[in-house]
């Protein structure tokens, strides 16, 4: 889309977007708006105009568009004709025109007017200002006098301009003085291409409207990695672009690399031994026309930039531009402003000193080298030997016999370039004493008149090269003025000496030239002696010459004499402006920093004191923990207050509308501009400073006195970072305030503020990370600047981020600026301080290759700052430096200068630390050693040892940093970082080729940089599809976990940061989902195979085998686990990395998960055989029974038919009667032996404790029957403990003892009751495996360590086991009995009575009784097992209706569930409630999940829902079966049941009494008895879900034999292990971690924990203990005290990490405060004495905290 002309809406004029170049030169006309005709005046109308213009109109209904194309255009000058005479019959004759627009066209014709073809084409010139001239050439032979005329025609206006001339026939003494000025007015007339034109001939003609921007430079694209030179014309741009960034020296070649050879065979070339070569412009461009094109093509901040790296290359820069795009040349002025130069002027020589001076204000004396028409001499080759030292040539300017010097330019004629001497004091080498400026015109003087007088006006003197003076040069001469003195330097040999001495004679008086003035350079003159003697000129004008000027000074002089100036634009002027307003008020800059910057000094010095304060809690002496805290809270809010109450200064109001309120193009101008501006302020006041120390150092000793002026230093150091810092400092104490609720969002100010910086950063300006001053990050600007980035890039925002370290001054932010050409902070008299950090945008093509969409570079403060040396913290800073930066990088280049090995070996040791800190992390960078000021070419095989023994140092440098990091395994450097000792490894040469000032960048320097740029980018390419870089949401969370590791000196076993956190609870829920998978697989299995051995007999039944299978399945599910573990580790999923070192965790919980199901298994198929094998001897017995009672039946039937009378009903039950109890009074019974299960236990206990001496023995021997035991609840008595006489004394240890073995109680007693519970639930017999297992169960839990530092007697133990034997043994005994009673014969024979009464009457009767034996086999046969069948499947059921809906997401992981905990109970205030969560955390857990099982099923359909699917998949399954046995052909009822049921013998165990019971006396059609039980069997589903219904859930849940409920608590409960000081549950995944840790720690007193001398509840809390000066006693430690901070030695399976921020612990702060007299009364104790800020936090807050500390917002 175009630039916007003139906008008009809603009723008036709206210009804030109008272009420009049109700003006050456009106005709407309305006067035929009724006809629908707006009109549109463009007023002084520019040639720039020319161009199609859109009109849009719109309005409510509809839209309009036109189109019209506007051609400016000037009228030519009356054309001049002029005769040359070339020979005797033939004549030249050229015609002129100028000052016209756009290009004309020369035609030529007779004065008859017939049309002469064999002219030249014309020739169109550009002219200074903008407008052509044009001109054309006829070479004609006249043979007599004629008449010839031509015509000049600008076809846009039908304009033609003609001229004619008479033509005599030339004379001989004509010619010979025509003949010279033919030849030299052709040279100077010849042109080249048109600036169009040699765009389009580099392919850059569309950058000529739309510039090309910094940002489009720097961008990483494709070409950067690609190698060679250019192929291609259109590549020379780029190719000058990217060297000139990279400030290599090669940048001004633009010659094509070599195509390659063709095999072509030789051609006759005739005579021509040797072929002349002629330049093809196709193959090659004039470095200068390259330049002046890449200018024109580039927007003032590129122009700016470009200059500034030639500068450093020592290339002559542009100092005007021809009049190529625009209607005058311009003066580059504001493209020089950042250029700074030092040098040492002869007077400081001997003192050593310098100055340091921007070079647009550094004034100097001029002088300026021209030409004269033709010139055999090298003017630009001179200038670089006049200009270079000795022994150090150097090309300034470009000359013919550089590479592509010699190609014809095309759009240079014209440009003015300027170059300086800077010395450096030294005499001997110094050309020049003093500095001085040399102007270099490219062009004949003749055709550049414009330029020429300018450097009349601002040169010292003028050199004036010449072959010869013929009389047209003498006329340009005569005219010049007498203020500039001019010399003349003459090549002798061109034979015209003495017209030019004479020209030059009469020149002397008329401008009082001396003899000195002019030099003749013949072929015998040494060019050496030539030089010297020109230097020596030189140094006379420098010593005499009282005319000195300045850039500004030019700009003055160009103004006059209508020169454009590149910053006289509106935008740059009214930027200029804003500034002038700011900086005009500095006077004294530590004086306006403390006036207008009010809220960085003290106040934020202090501020950051605070907060590191409140993480380290280093003066706190005998103040509680969390009183200390709430102090410095208290202090820190007063701070804030303090910084909030402050109103914006007026300079600071000024910066922030430069920065917020100007437009984009004004922004910039401003930003550069005051960054210039004050810049040069701080080098004015730093030279006050350097002089004012050094007088004090030689007037006085006292350190005082020079420790005040060290101060001033840092505090008259002004930048843009430190506005930025005041905005950010404003910005958090409004947040601030805004968070404390003294303020609401709509009174916020500055909101917008972030959103500023962000388009900074955008804009490629370094934005501020760590403030060197205060050593802080304002974490909450530097978080919602980055915010409001990643919003502004749409998301998009995956980093590559890259920082440096290395010691001071050592050129680490220039190695950045050379690899990435940026613009970090190199002089100034500053080193950077703090971090500052650049955004690089990588092309949208290169993105996918790479896996980021751009660079962050972070440019770091150096370490080992001789400024902090004295400091005691000093290798604390640089450690704490380093392992932020380390931290959030993910390449890390240590930058060394290898001629001082002991810094290198203390920068080593720093660098190791913090890499060793993030390994911990799972975060491994890679890292790339430079080794600077290392030149020689061998370097890299030369050090190949040295590399050797240099990565034997950092091995051994590990091993020792973690040793002081307390790190338990042995780790090498390799393990840390992504470390190759061939490839990371870089040996750089020193930055400047040379002695500076005047050495240009070293070549090597710049090579080397970029390949090592280029090694980067094609090493993230190669890693990219396994690297798993950050977005700037994730850098944010980096950012803030590293910085508050940094503040709490914790960095090892602390570290968890939000994005670790998440990585790991998506690893536990993913293996929690995977777990349960391999669960229900065993849980269906194992329901499987219970069914299939209670439908085998004893003798088929194999325990081996099953035991077999159940290893090979498990073995299976373990293998699938571990596999879905790798390939989720290797799925790419964002921050895998972070949490790979809990990746062992979860493989050793897979293997201890594989082991548990396997004894589970086990124990269950065991279990099951024993009861098959069992319950297989009764209906032994019980079959021997009922066949004898059969036999009876059929005997009496036959009977019964062979009386004579026929029986009625009543007859047939009498007669059944009397049967039945003569049978059974006959068969013998023999009743079951009745256990006495109390004193089979007893025994047991006896015999397991045997071996425990005789004082347990005596205690069993006096504890009584174990029947009188476990009818009482257990109280422990005193004689449960045996203390020490130490730990007697310790009141607080034995409350602590007390209460915790109560707690070991009631688990205990739980545990075995459930054990119990189930072992009643199974309805089987009791064994005596039953008590042995109980045994182990309490002996297991009581050799825990845990438990063994409680202090507990023997007679604890004995009391225990006797307690918890006592109760189950009433439980066994009932069991038993009722065992016995059910399977007592009598009663199983009575049972089926009115079913062999049934049969008997219908066989009597000889009734069909098919339907009614497949109703009995239905209710009787298939219902129970029906029943079972959904019993036993119904809870895996549950489960995963439960897990699989969408709101159970606290069911996914540990931490979840936390967190779903936490706050229901914040959401339900209970007091009790919070007790037992505390208190009782097991049991709570139990509740809560049987509790929300029936809230899940309140709605009674939704679990009967569940039932009718599990009833109606077997039913199917049954209907099949059935279905498919009417196709078998069995013979007998018997045949078909018995296929029935092995066809289901895996799914339904089928009652074997109830289906003998069916198959009696069964003579039923068999299709005909599958057909009815297939119509009862639906009656039967109608009835059993009838019957689902009639049960409340409780009692279903109750009987299930997997219960949800259990399984449920076995996934989130986990290890069950609490903090051992507040007591909070482990969150950890997997039950085989490492370390036990949770999100958040909660005050000591809730735990009961009180202060023994006030009795008051303490209210410390342990996550701000471990980094206090508070101390704990240990319970194995004799009573002593022991520091918080070591209690990692106490406890190694325990991590407690500080707080994450001041607000993470308001959770647990709030509910103390609530209940604090509940909590007292509920405990015995006084309330805590809580601080007063506890008091302000609300509900509200609570919450939040919650949401921040489990990453749930």
Not at 790 to 803: C, E, F, I, N, Q
Not at 876 to 884: C, G
Not at 905 to 931: S, W, Y
Not at 1200 to 1214: A, V, Y
Request: hydrophobic share 35%; glycine share 4%; charged share 25%.
């Amino acid at each position: 889309m175009g630039s916007v002309v003139h906008s008009y809406y809603n009723g008036a004029n709206r210009l804030q977007d109008q272009a420009v170049e049109f700003k006050g030169r456009t106005q709407l006309s309305f006067q035929e708006i009724s006809q629908g005709v707006v009109s549109l005046s463009l007023l002084n109308a520019r040639l720039s105009d020319s161009g199609e213009y859109r009109c849009i109109i719109v309005d409510s209904h509809q839209g309009a568009t036109g189109d019209v194309i506007l051609q400016v255009a000037v009228l030519y000058t009356q054309p001049q004709l002029t005769v040359f005479y070339q020979s005797r019959d033939e004549i030249i004759l050229q015609c002129k025109s100028k000052g016209g627009y756009p290009e004309a066209e020369i035609t030529w014709q007779e004065v008859n007017g017939n049309q002469l073809k064999y002219s030249e084409q014309t020739a169109h010139l550009r002219t200074s200002e903008g407008t052509f001239e044009v001109q054309s050439n006829l070479s004609i032979r006249v043979q007599e006098n004629t008449g010839l005329c031509c015509t000049v025609t600008l076809k846009v206006l039908q304009s033609h301009a003609k001229v004619c001339e008479k033509i005599l026939v030339p004379q001989g003494d004509q010619i010979k003085k025509e003949e010279e000025e033919v030849l030299l007015q052709a040279e100077s007339d010849r042109k080249g291409k048109s600036l169009q034109e040699f765009l389009e001939h580099l392919k850059m003609e569309k950058y000529q409207a739309k510039k090309l921007t910094l940002s489009n430079v720097l961008e990483i694209n494709p070409e950067i990695l690609r190698d060679g030179n250019c192929q291609a014309l259109g590549e020379i741009p780029w190719h000058f672009l990217r060297k000139v960034m990279a400030l290599n020296m090669m940048a001004r070649s633009t010659r094509l690399g070599p195509a390659a050879p063709e095999d072509e065979e030789e051609q006759d070339t005739g005579n021509n031994v040797i072929p002349f070569e002629k330049i093809d412009s196709n193959v090659c461009a004039n470095p200068l026309d390259v330049l002046c094109a890449v200018l024109c093509c580039s927007d003032r901040f590129l122009q700016r930039e470009i200059l500034f790296k030639m500068s450093m290359c020592q290339f002559a820069l542009p100092l005007l531009l021809p009049a190529l795009d625009t209607p005058k040349c311009m003066l580059m002025l504001w493209a020089m402003r950042d250029i700074v130069r030092k040098w040492t002027p002869h007077n400081l020589a001997e003192s050593r000193g310098f100055r340091e001076e921007s070079l647009v204000l550094t004034s100097v004396p001029t002088v300026s080298f021209v030409r004269l028409g033709r010139c055999s001499l090298s003017k630009s080759k001179i200038l670089n030997k006049v200009l270079s030292p000795p022994q150090q040539q150097h090309d300034f300017f470009i000359h013919q016999d550089m590479e592509s010097g010699n190609v014809p330019r095309d759009i240079a004629e014209g440009l003015v370039e300027i170059s300086w001497y800077f010395p450096g004091g030294r005499e001997s080498s110094d050309p020049f004493q003093e500095p001085i400026a040399v102007i270099n015109l490219r062009g004949d003087i003749e055709c550049h008149r414009l330029q020429f007088s300018f450097l009349a006006e601002v040169s010292s003197a003028v050199f004036i090269f010449a072959d010869c003076i013929s009389e047209r040069e003498y006329e340009l001469l005569s005219s010049l003025k007498e203020s500039t003195k001019y010399y003349f330097i003459l090549n002798n040999q061109s034979g015209n000496s003495s017209e030019t001495l004479g020209s030059l004679n009469t020149l002397t008086s008329l401008l009082k030239l001396s003899k000195s003035q002019l030099l003749v350079k013949d072929k015998t003159s040494n060019k050496a002696e030539f030089v010297k003697r020109l230097q020596s000129i030189i140094g006379n004008i420098l010593s005499f010459s009282h005319k000195q000027v300045n850039m500004e000074d030019m700009a003055v002089i160009a103004r006059e004499l209508g020169i454009q100036v590149d910053e006289d634009c509106e935008e740059c002027q009214h930027a200029n402006a804003c500034i002038e307003e700011i900086t005009g008020e500095i006077k004294d800059v530590a004086e306006y920093k403390r006036e207008m910057l009010k809220l960085q000094g003290d106040t934020w010095k202090n501020l950051a004191k605070v907060e590191k304060e409140l993480c380290r809690m280093k003066k706190q002496m005998d103040v509680p923990p969390e009183k200390y805290k709430s102090q410095l809270q208290e202090k820190l809010l007063k701070l804030r207050t303090e910084q909030n109450n402050c109103d914006f200064s007026e300079g600071l109001i000024k910066f922030l509308d430069g920065t917020g309120n100007l437009p984009q193009m004004e922004k910039h101008y401003f930003l550069k501009g005051i960054k210039f501006r004050l810049d040069h302020i701080t080098r004015c006041n730093l030279s006050t400073l350097r002089n004012l120390y050094k007088e004090k150092c030689q007037a006085t000793d006292n350190p005082q006195q020079l420790a005040k002026v060290d101060q001033l230093f840092s505090a008259s150091s002004l930048g843009v970072e430190h506005f930025m810092r005041e905005l950010g400092q404003f910005y958090e104490a409004e947040q601030s305030m805004f968070k404390e609720g003294k303020m609401t969002e709509s009174e916020r100010k500055y909101t917008n503020l972030p959103g500023i910086a962000a388009d900074l950063m955008l804009d490629g300006f370094p934005m501020e990370l760590i403030d060197g001053d205060a050593s802080n990050i304002p974490l909450q600007w530097v978080t919602d600047v980055l915010t409001e980035l990643h919003a502004k890039l749409g998301g998009r925002s995956k980093m590559l981020v890259l920082t440096v370290l290395g010691v001071q001054s050592t050129g680490k932010s220039t190695l950045l600026n050379t690899m990435f050409g940026l613009q970090f902070a190199v002089s100034s008299g500053r080193c950077t301080r703090g971090a500052f950090m650049s955004l690089i945008k990588v092309a949208e093509t290169l993105r996918p290759e790479l896996g980021y969409d751009f660079i962050l570079v972070i440019d770091t403060e150096g370490l080992k700052a001789p400024e902090l040396a004295k400091l005691e913290d000093s290798y604390e800073h640089d450690n704490k430096l380093a392992t932020l930066v380390v931290g959030l990088s993910d390449i890390t280049i240590v930058n060394m200068a290898m001629e001082n090995a002991t810094e290198m070996k203390d920068i080593l040791q720093i660098v190791v630390h913090a890499f060793l800190r993030m390994e911990e992390t799972g975060h491994k960078p890679n890292c790339q050693f430079v080794h600077q000021n290392v030149s020689d070419v061998s370097a890299h095989e030369q050090n190949m040892r040295d590399r050797k023994h240099l990565l034997e140092h950092l091995n051994e440098m590990t091993k020792a940093a973690a040793r002081m990091e307390k790190q338990p395994k042995e780790l090498t450097f390799s393990d840390i970082m992504d470390y190759n000792l061939e490839e990371h490894n870089w040996y750089i040469p020193g930055l400047w080729h040379g002695v500076p000032p005047m050495a240009p960048v070293n070549m090597g320097y710049s090579e080397r940089v970029s390949k090592l740029k280029k090694y980067l980018l094609q090493y993230t390419r190669s890693r990219s599809p396994n690297r798993n870089l950050k977005d700037i949401p994730q850098f944010i969370e980096w950012v803030k976990s590293l910085w508050n590791g940094v503040k709490h000196e914790n960095f090892i076993f602390s570290f968890r940061n939000s994005l670790v956190a998440e990585a790991y609870n998506q690893l536990c829920l993913r293996y929690s989902e995977w777990e349960w998978e391999l669960r229900k697989e065993m849980h269906l299995w194992i329901c499987d195979q219970e069914t299939a051995i209670q439908n085998q007999l004893p003798n088929e039944l194999n325990l081996n085998h099953l035991k077999l299978e159940t290893h090979s399945k498990l073995l299976c599910g373990e293998k699938r686990i571990l596999e879905c573990l790798e390939k989720y580790f290797e799925s790419g999923v964002k921050n895998l990395h972070l949490i790979e070192k809990y990746r062992e965790d979860f493989i050793k919980s897979t293997k201890g998960l594989k082991n548990e199901l396997e004894c589970y298994l086990f124990s269950k198929c065991e279990e099951a055989i024993v009861i098959q094998k069992g319950r297989h001897k009764i209906d032994n017995i019980q079959a021997k029974y009922r066949k004898t009672i059969e036999g009876k039946v059929v005997s009496l039937l036959e009977d019964c038919r062979n009386r004579n009378s026929r029986l009625s009903n009543m007859d047939l039950e009498t007669e059944f009667e009397t049967m039945w109890s003569n049978t059974l009074f006959s068969l013998d019974f023999s009743p079951s032996k009745q256990l006495q299960i109390h004193q089979d236990m007893q025994k047991q206990l006896k015999q397991s404790m045997s071996t425990r001496g005789s004082a347990i023995n005596q205690m069993l021997q006096k504890a009584g029957p174990l029947m009188n035991c476990g009818i009482k609840s257990f109280t422990i008595r005193k004689e449960h403990f045996n203390f020490s006489r130490t730990k007697a004394r310790d009141e607080l240890f034995i409350h602590n003892c007390r209460t915790n073995t109560e707690k070991l109680v009631i688990s205990l007693k739980d545990k075995c009751c459930s054990y119990v519970e189930e072992k009643v639930n199974s309805k089987v017999d009791y064994d005596e495996t039953y008590c042995r297992e109980l045994i182990h169960i309490i002996d297991e839990r009581l050799k825990k360590e845990e438990v063994e530092q409680l202090c507990t007697s023997y007679s604890f133990e004995v009391d225990l086991k006797l307690h918890i034997l006592g109760h189950a043994a009433h439980a066994f005994q009932k069991m038993h009995d009722d065992f016995i009673k059910e399977n007592d014969p009598i009663q199983r024979l009575e049972k089926f009575k009115p079913q062999y009464f049934s049969i008997f009457r219908d066989l009597y009767l000889e009734k069909d009784a098919s339907q009614q034996r497949a109703r009995d086999f239905c209710e009787q046969c298939l219902k129970p097992a029906l029943l079972d069948y959904v019993k036993n499947r119904l809870g895996i059921k549950i489960m995963d209706d439960i897990l699989g809906n969408g709101q159970s997401i606290e069911y996914s992981s540990r931490t979840f569930f936390q967190f779903y905990l936490l706050k229901k109970l914040l959401e339900e205030m209970d007091f009790d409630n919070y007790v037992k969560y505390i208190n009782n955390y097991e049991d709570f857990v139990k509740s809560e999940i049987w509790k929300d099982i029936l809230y899940h099923y309140k709605k009674k359909e939704d679990l009967e829902a569940l039932e009718k699917e599990i009833l109606s998949i077997i039913i199917k399954k049954i209907t099949e079966v059935l279905k498919n046995s009417r196709d078998e052909r069995e013979s007998t009822i018997s045949d078909f049941v018995a296929n029935f049921c092995r066809e289901l013998q895996s799914d339904l165990v089928i009652c074997k009494d109830s289906l003998e019971m069916i198959l009696f006396q069964n003579t039923a059609n068999i299709k005909q008895f599958s057909e009815d039980i297939e119509v009862f069997l639906s009656v039967l589903e109608l009835n059993l879900s009838s019957e689902f219904k009639a049960v409340n859930t409780e009692k279903k849940l109750s009987v299930l034999q997997i219960k949800p409920q259990d399984e449920l608590f076995r996934k989130v409960f986990g290890c069950g292990k609490q903090c051992p000081f507040c007591k909070v549950p482990c969150e950890a995944g997997g039950m085989a971690h490492k370390e036990h840790f949770a999100s958040i720690h909660r005050p000591q007193g809730l735990a009961k924990l009180r202060d023994l001398s006030t009795e008051r509840l303490e209210y410390s809390l342990c996550s701000s203990d471990v980094v206090s000066n508070a101390e704990f006693r240990h319970r194995d430690a004799e009573g002593k005290y022991h520091p918080y901070k070591d209690y990692h030695r106490y406890y190694p399976d325990w991590r407690i990490q500080p707080d994450s921020s001041i607000e993470a612990s308001d959770y647990w702060k709030f509910v103390f405060k609530e209940f604090n007299h509940q909590f007292a009364r509920k405990y015995k104790a006084k309330p805590a004495d809580l601080p007063e800020n506890w008091g302000k936090i609300t509900k509200e807050q609570a919450l939040e905290s919650m949401k921040g500390v489990f990453n749930m917002k």
